[in-house]
């Protein structure tokens, strides 16, 4: 990081001690992770730059915006649109934390047997060492599965305007008009926080800035498609990571340039791994930073990742909103369909996503799904046998794997995997 940004982090009520040694963790995992891989494109600087002030640059411009009184929200999933929250000059930002770091902190308030994902963004607020929940001036929580739903409740204790929105589990006529009343009581609480009115003008430009971003990363979803893959899975979450927190428009030119050079790598048929490469679709939880452990070991084990049916990936990205409409009616309905067919595995019956899965799977040229799954994570190890079943009627193989956080499970998981991909290797002179 090139300035001292101890002083702001004082400020923000962070714990240094902490805080550093989760910096030196993260700087550890960047280094083995990204930084040790070869031949990758080089846009992906603008990634390692970002990275390198996560918790510095990035927040510094939060809290400039909050100093000219601009709000900042947090948010833990991607029900939350994040096209309300700019319309009214707000800044939205993901909280979901990927790293086994406060969880004994966390426990003393939580089951063990919740998820890392819950587990870690308490950990992460009981620990004091995450900036952005600390810059945040309202965290929205949503009725999703049972472990957030309730953990939001205990989670009010510990952190101040803790919103909840309340989302169905079906997908019929009553749910829709649910969901529909809850965007606009969204709407309305956001305008109440920034003491700015939504007007239809504000939402067209928002509607519009995020669609740009979601195009920019479906433009990067399809250039993998080429067989040499011209960028790594693992490149590919980071920058589906980063989605969450880089400023929209800075962002979406940045994975534009990203793209306009995989074309150039496409044409010229190079790549980060050999033709005929075994593919690997990955479909399941959201992996948040820096949880970079399952994808590592997949393309450690000989198999390039082509795609990822996850909200940090195509599920939370996919559907643009229709720009035509113009009244802040038309465009709150607009916003509404797009944001109702997300096919989070809370829901039931969930066909879509299993439906979204094989559509990946043919439209990237997948030889095999890794499905995967966080420990006690119950909406998608249950959903993983429908989707299993589904799957190999279209003969397409699936391995189910069901991890936590913790590094422990390395070795196994490479066994697991590097068997499941020797099932599809093509032999050297079938090529
Ligand atoms: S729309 S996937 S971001 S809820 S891993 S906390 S489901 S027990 S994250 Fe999600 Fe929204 Fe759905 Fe997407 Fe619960 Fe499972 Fe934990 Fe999870």
């Not at 939580?110 to 001036?137: E, H």
């Not at 606009?184 to 239809?200: D, H, N, Q, S, Y």
């Not at 074309?263 to 690997?280: D, M």
């Not at 452990?293 to 450690?300: A, D, F, G, Y």
Request: some cysteine.
């Amino acid at each position: 990081m090139a300035a001292d940004y101890r002083p702001m982090w004082t400020e923000l009520g962070m714990d240094l001690k902490a805080h550093d040694a989760l910096l030196d963790a993260l700087g550890k995992a960047y280094q083995d992770v990204f930084l040790s891989q070869k031949v990758r494109p080089e846009g992906m600087s603008y990634l390692d730059f970002v990275m390198s002030e996560v918790h510095g640059l990035r927040i510094k411009e939060l809290n400039d915006a909050r100093a000219t009184g601009r709000k900042v929200v947090g948010t833990f999933c991607v029900f939350v649109p994040e096209e309300i929250v700019l319309a009214a000059d707000a800044i939205c930002v993901g909280l979901c934390a990927g790293a086994e770091f406060g969880f004994e902190e966390a426990e003393k308030l939580l089951p063990r047997n919740t998820c890392g994902l819950i587990k870690s963004a308490f950990g992460f607020k009981l620990t004091k060492v995450c900036p952005y929940t600390q810059s945040s001036d309202m965290v929205v929580g949503e009725t999703t599965c049972d472990g957030k739903k309730k953990a939001y409740e205990i989670f009010k204790d510990i952190q101040p305007n803790v919103y909840i929105m309340e989302i169905p589990q079906m997908k019929n006529t009553a749910d829709r008009q649910l969901f529909a009343s809850e965007y606009w009581r969204f709407k309305e609480a956001v305008e109440k926080l920034t003491g700015v009115t939504i007007t239809a003008e504000r939402l067209k430009k928002a509607i519009i800035t995020v669609n740009n971003k979601r195009k920019a990363l479906h433009r990067l979803a399809l250039l993998r498609a080429a067989d040499p893959a011209p960028i790594s899975g693992l490149d590919s979450l980071l920058i589906n990571q980063v989605a969450f927190y880089d400023d929209p428009v800075r962002f979406t030119g940045a994975i534009n340039k990203i793209c306009d050079e995989l074309e150039g790598r496409i044409k010229q048929n190079s790549g980060v791994a050999p033709k005929h490469t075994p593919r690997v679709l990955i479909s399941g939880c959201p992996m948040s930073v820096p949880n970079w452990k399952l994808p590592l070991v997949i393309e450690t084990s000989g198999a390039v990742i082509v795609g990822e049916e996850s909200c940090v990936g195509e599920r939370g990205q996919r559907n643009l909103v229709d720009e035509k409409p113009h009244t802040i009616e038309g465009e709150m309905e607009a916003l509404i369909d797009r944001y109702f067919k997300i096919d989070c595995a809370v829901f039931t019956p969930n066909q879509d996503r299993t439906d979204h899965i094989i559509s990946m799977a043919k439209e990237y040229k997948a030889d095999g799904v890794i499905h995967y799954a966080l420990q006690f994570c119950s909406p998608y190890t249950v959903e993983s046998y429908l989707v299993e079943k589904e799957l190999a009627k279209h003969g397409i193989p699936m391995l189910k794997i069901e991890t936590d956080y913790s590094m422990e499970d390395v070795g196994q998981l490479k066994t697991r995997i590097e068997a499941f991909i020797e099932t599809f290797r093509q032999p050297a002179w079938s090529h």
